[in-house]
């Protein structure tokens, strides 16, 4: 996960995840912080969206800056600060759309799921030709020894955490439903 795009996704996802489980937020109008739904997306935050996202800043790091920098001159607190600050995302994207949740107004959900989204998608679109190499910084800029994102040990770990990030999303999603469908 490109590290400037991981809280903007970040953001839509806690948004999206609050929408799901609007039954259950609804019927408990008690702090958020104490709220089963809560829970699950920090479980998920915490449990998935860290490590996915902390996995490339730590051994993609030139990759996961789209060759802007290189990741050995960024301090490890930057990296730190960016990895917690995309899973407060996910938590912060959830906390602020319960109140619209629990009041039924979906436009102002629907405009936080949407607005960093479309966002996160035209910077990825932007930066395409960036993400399809593999390779240092210097190797990017140098125009000399990069490689195929698909033939590289960057796509399998793009494939790997892509597969344990959706399979994290739809056991996050099941586990809201069931809990809306209890209320």
């Not at 490890?76 to 600050?85: E, K, Q, R, T, Y």
């Amino acid at each position: 996960m490109p590290i400037p795009f991981a809280p903007l996704i970040g953001l839509a996802m806690g948004a999206a995840l609050a929408w799901v489980a609007a039954p259950e937020l609804v019927r408990d109008d008690g702090p958020v912080a104490f709220s089963r739904p809560f829970a699950v997306v920090a479980a998920f935050a915490v449990l998935l969206w860290l490590p996915v996202v902390g996995y490339f800043v730590g051994f993609h790091g030139d990759w996961s800056y789209l060759y802007l920098v290189p990741a050995q001159r960024v301090p490890s607190a930057v990296d730190l600060g960016l990895i917690l600050l995309s899973g407060g995302a996910v938590m912060g994207g959830f906390w602020l759309s319960v109140r619209p949740v629990r009041k039924r107004r979906n436009g102002p959900v629907v405009a936080m799921v949407v607005a960093p989204g479309t966002l996160a998608v035209l910077g990825l679109t932007l930066a395409a030709h960036r993400l399809a190499v593999s390779g240092t910084y210097a190797q990017f800029h140098g125009e000399f020894g990069t490689e195929a994102i698909q033939a590289s040990t960057l796509g399998k770990g793009v494939l790997l955490m892509g597969s344990l990030l959706t399979l994290g999303l739809v056991w996050t999603v099941r586990a809201l439903v069931t809990m809306a469908a209890e209320a």
